[in-house]
């Protein structure tokens, strides 16, 4: 864990004390009316592989990438990938210290480090590049990279130590510009920011100047503090320019393009005159400004006014290293701040922070006019006055008996023009709101809420009963049942009043009960479902409930869910589909009739007229998860206010919005046949797969690029021919295909957690490609036919090389290139004899299905051959193919319980990497026919394949009986000889007459004196 040296955490101290005396200590600031505002924070625990990230951008897919002083971090909403140097790894950073960020045109990221010049992340082949001076990557005369931006001709201008440089892309390479380069006079000048305007114009930053770079004119502006550096260039949502310079006072300017002028921007608050000043423009072209050393806020720039301060406002800890802001694609600002700091696309809630020193807990609240009354758990009551923010709290004293009895309220209520009833532990008490003086009414037990009714009688719920309650004489009348009902506690939580008069109370045992004040009668609600006409069952789970007058229907809020009652008809129905599958803790009706209520999972909004839900969580901007019964209200101008443990959540549901960016997939992995593939991108997607026979199995992992709420977002699918309706998925979902044939197309969508999506829909063709033959007699005549042509091809190869060796020397190499070809068709005619036999043998056993699937390994082996000895080089996919088939086809052949295992590194490319053919295939033979045949364990053929520069190396291993024993068992007996071997040998001496590191190695494991089996390795050249 790192510890702060002396002067930072000093520092850290004077920061939270300014943060106290703001907001605890001030009473009646403008601070205190504040909302507090909700970051998601993400830490290395939750995986970040670095405590600050410094700067962050968005690639065309939607990852986030990330700079630290760790290396370069990539995140897709759910997982991080860290890339760093590597010693010995020339495709790595070249160092973790990295300064700049820039995602070009093509979605190339171009990394610029602190010492080690620069880096570019090679998105197409999925890995870093350093510009060190190999071949199409020059070196740089800056070693410290400030920036990296694309002009107007796809140039990439570099800002380094030493000045501008611009590289030219070609193909796959660039070309360094130093002859007749525009703009000549600039390239010796430090700029430590740029930026690329609508227009195409490139600003540029440094010292003291501005620079506008036109494709035809430049031109240098002088600031109004001229001996100040330039710490960030940005452009807002309006198309305008804004800079932040070092200085005393004026640090950020706007860019007036009537006059031409810059012009200091004095509503926004600077501490420091020697830290960086970064900026940024969120989707709603708020300014999001962050000053090293003092935090970030947020400005309204239309209002001129700060709307966000991380040190005072927000559910932060008040630290202040804050690094550069950014905004994502679907409206979340990113910050880096001893962890990754994340603030939602708002979509409209507020969190009510009283300044007091008190926890945050509201059992109950209740608006009064200009007035909110707030419930503090353990702590009293507290009056808000919301046009000011001065705040009054009232405290339990035991030996006043005029004031407020008990620290634990849960329900208030307004009982006249001046007076206010509370429900409280242990007592009633009515709060004279002129004199602030409390007359009591002690009553045992929790009393839970209040509620009065039209006639203004007063009803009390609590753990003795349901109370009717005289204000004037304190007598409290108990309401019982008629005739008792076996369950039916004297518990109530909360009542309400249909259009009948008649008072309906939730019973913490019985369910509902129903008092009838006409009749005087107290009964069980006799409340039956109403489409299945089972009766009603709410024992211990209801927890509110209120009258709609409008619909004349009663909602209530349950474990269960949110129920619908018809007092009129006395039936009921859950309206919560499956999937909000909450507990219902309150409930309010908006001015708009819709049902809003707090659960344990954040809010829920159900529109009644259209049947629709809504479900609001804590990262879309909540400060509580869980919220209790009676802290709900509704304010005058139609806001509503929901408490619970961590404080007051309050909004206005006409102002709520709803998060319009479309959600697109990101493909995080593909594999094929167990194999990773590079994850093709979302344009690539469209293309779809070919699959080679052989190849079965498809696995894709997506996510998206919507970061909102990551979790949120849904995926489904359905593939033609198998599903008729879509396939409802996670979040991060796997998809797997297999087993499939012929042609069929995967559909795919995305939608956010607003339930918006592409409008793309993801039409991917998946091809498997076939085999020509269907029957066993055209495969046996293919197979006679193929194996006389093998055979013939055989002897004519080694006529060849009989004939070669004869050569004269004066025609040596052509000899050697010639013998190259005739080896690479070499293959033991015993393996073909012995596989005739084996086919033989299956039908006369009468296991025809066997032969036929014989038959087919066989053939693909056979056509490798074709294929094979006429060429050089094959590329790497087709060998392991080969070998795949060949292991199979041993398998059936010895019933031998032995393996294969393929071991592939991302960065080899199976279908451009290629090695001479029938390399391998030998050494796999001598594995099975002298090292796992005769072994009782499970045999593992390993085959590892590894980029070491110029070099494939290629590393087989056994856990055969090894070469020692197998010697052994030959001894006395006749045996054919297998030229596979010694083939290799001379194929690799040939080589090496090009190529110094082409190696074959072969080796005995041993351990403990005993073989533990074989182990070949061999170095190949790529070319």
């Known amino acids: 864990m790192r510890i702060p040296p002396i002067k930072e955490r000093l520092q850290r101290l004077l920061i939270l004390t300014f943060w106290i005396i703001s907001t605890v200590i001030l009473p009646g600031q403008l601070i205190s009316q504040n909302p507090t505002y909700i970051f998601d924070q993400i830490n290395v625990e939750d995986g970040l592989p670095h405590h600050i990230p410094i700067l962050i951008n968005q690639d065309q897919e939607g990852y986030l990438w990330m700079t630290s002083d760790a290396g370069l971090i990539k995140y897709d909403g759910f997982e991080f990938e860290l890339f760093q140097w590597e010693k010995d790894n020339i495709n790595s950073l070249s160092e973790n210290n990295l300064h700049s960020l820039f995602i070009d045109s093509r979605d190339n990221i171009w990394i610029g480090s602190l010492q080690k010049g620069l880096n570019i992340y090679a998105s197409d082949r999925n890995h870093i590049i350093r510009f060190d001076g190999r071949k199409g990557y020059p070196k740089l005369r800056s070693s410290n990279i400030y920036f990296t931006i694309e002009d107007w001709q796809g140039h990439i201008w570099i800002g380094g130590e030493k000045g501008i440089e611009i590289l030219k892309p070609e193909n796959e390479s660039y070309t360094l510009l130093e002859d007749g380069l525009p703009f000549s006079e600039l390239l010796d000048e430090i700029v430590t920011t740029a930026v690329l305007d609508n227009n195409s114009n490139i600003w540029l930053g440094g010292n003291g100047n501005v620079w506008k770079i036109s494709s035809t004119s430049i031109k240098k502006y002088s600031t109004p503090i001229a001996t100040e550096m330039i710490n960030d260039i940005e452009i807002d949502r309006e198309e305008q320019l804004w800079f932040s310079f070092d200085g005393n006072k004026e640090r950020v300017f706007k860019y007036n393009q009537s006059t031409d002028t810059l012009t200091s921007i004095s509503f926004i608050q600077t501490f420091t005159h020697s830290r960086d000043i970064k900026l940024e423009f969120d989707h709603d072209n708020n300014l999001w400004y962050s000053e090293f050393g003092f935090g970030f806020q947020m400005y309204d720039i239309n209002k001129e006014s700060i709307v966000i301060n991380s040190l005072t406002n927000t559910n932060l800890d008040p630290e202040p290293y804050a690094k550069d802001p950014f905004c994502d694609r679907s409206g979340n600002v990113w910050v880096g701040q001893f962890g990754l700091l994340k603030y939602p696309y708002p979509q409209g809630f507020n969190t009510f922070y009283h300044y007091q020193p008190y926890p945050q807990v509201n059992h109950a609240v209740y608006v009064d006019g200009d007035y909110l009354w707030l419930s503090i758990r353990s702590v009293g009551l507290l009056r808000h006055h919301l046009p000011s923010g001065e705040e009054k709290l009232f405290f339990p004293n035991s030996s006043d008996p005029s004031a407020l009895f008990s620290d634990h309220i849960t329900g208030i209520a307004r009982l006249n023009r001046e007076e206010l009833i509370l429900a409280e532990l242990g007592a009633i008490q009515i709060l004279n709101t002129s004199s602030m003086t409390f007359k009591t009414y002690t009553q045992s037990g929790v009393n839970k809420s209040v509620f009065i009714d039209k006639q203004d009688h007063i009803w009390i719920s609590g753990n003795y009963g349901l109370y009717a309650f005289d204000s004037q004489n304190g007598i409290f009348d108990t309401i019982k049942l008629e005739q008792p ?66 619909n004349a229907l009663i909602w209530v809020a349950s474990y269960d869910g949110l129920m619908k009652i018809d007092p009129s008809r006395m039936t009921y129905i859950k309206v919560n589909p499956d999937e909000i599958d909450l507990r219902f803790y309150s409930i309010l009706i908006s001015r708009d009739q819709e049902i809003w209520s707090g659960t344990n999972e954040g809010l829920v909004e159900y529109e009644i007229l259209n049947d629709h839900w809504n479900h609001y969580k804590s990262n879309e901007g909540l400060i509580n998860t869980n919220f209790y019964t009676q802290s709900k209200a509704i304010l005058s101008d139609g806001s509503l206010i929901f408490g619970g443990k961590n404080g007051v959540d309050y909004f206005n549901p006409k102002t709520l919005r709803k998060n319009e960016y479309e959600a697109k997939p990101i493909c995080t992995e593909l594999m094929i046949n167990g194999l990773k593939r590079t994850p093709p991108k979302r344009h690539e997607l469209l293309d779809g797969f070919v699959l080679q026979p052989g190849e079965s199995f498809i696995e894709m992992t997506f996510s998206s690029d919507h970061f909102s709420s990551p979790s949120e977002n849904k995926f489904s699918y359905r593939i033609s021919g198998i599903h008729n309706d879509w396939v409802e998925l996670g979040s991060h979902p796997k998809i797997t295909i297999g087993n499939l044939k012929g042609s069929n197309h995967l559909n795919l969508k995305v939608t956010n957690p607003n339930g918006i999506g592409d409008h793309t829909l993801y039409h991917i063709p998946i091809n498997f490609k076939q085999h020509l033959w269907n029957t066993t007699w055209f495969r046996i005549i293919l197979l006679v036919g193929l194996s006389a042509i093998v055979i013939y091809y055989i002897r004519k190869n080694e006529r ?70 006429s060429q050089d080089r094959i590329p790497l996919a087709e060998e392991i193919d080969f070998i795949n088939h060949y292991v199979e086809l041993q398998q059936m052949r010895f019933s031998s319980n032995f393996k294969l295992r393929v071991n592939l590194p991302n960065e080899i490319d199976l279908y451009t990497i290629e090695i001479p053919p029938f390399l391998l295939q030998p050494h796999i033979e001598n594995a099975i026919e002298h090292g796992l045949k005769t072994i009782s364990a499970t045999g593992i053929i390993e085959l590892t394949f590894q980029d070491i520069g110029d070099y494939l190396q290629v590393t087989i291993d056994d856990n055969g009986i090894g070469r020692s024993a197998s010697k052994a068992i030959k001894l006395g007996k006749v045996q054919p000889e297998s030229k596979g071997i010694s083939i290799i040998e001379e194929r690799i001496n040939h080589m090496k007459k090009d190529h110094e590191k082409v190696s074959m190695i072969i080796l005995d494991k041993k351990k403990n004196g005993k073989s533990e089996g074989t182990r070949i390795e061999l170095t190949i050249p790529y070319d």
């Open 485 to 550: 009902v076996k369950g039916f506690s004297r518990r109530t939580t909360v009542a309400c009043q249909d259009k009948e008069e008649r008072i309906w109370f939730a019973n913490k045992r019985g369910g509902l009960g129903i008092y009838d004040k006409r009749s005087k009668t107290t009964l069980r609600a006799p409340l039956v479902h109403e489409t299945q006409g089972t009766i009603a069952d709410f024992e211990d789970t209801i927890e509110d409930m209120v009258y709609d007058s409008i």
């Open 800 to 869: 060849n090389k009989t004939k070669a060796a004869e050569e004269k020397s004066t025609i040596k190499d052509q000899i050697n290139k010639l013998e190259k070809k005739a080896l690479a068709a070499q293959m033991n005619p015993h393996f073909i004899f012995n596989s005739m036999n084996a086919i033989q043998e299956f039908i006369y056993n009468g296991e025809n299905e066997i032969a036929i699937n014989y038959l087919a390994k066989f053939s693909k082996i056979i056509r490798a051959v074709l294929n094979f000895s």
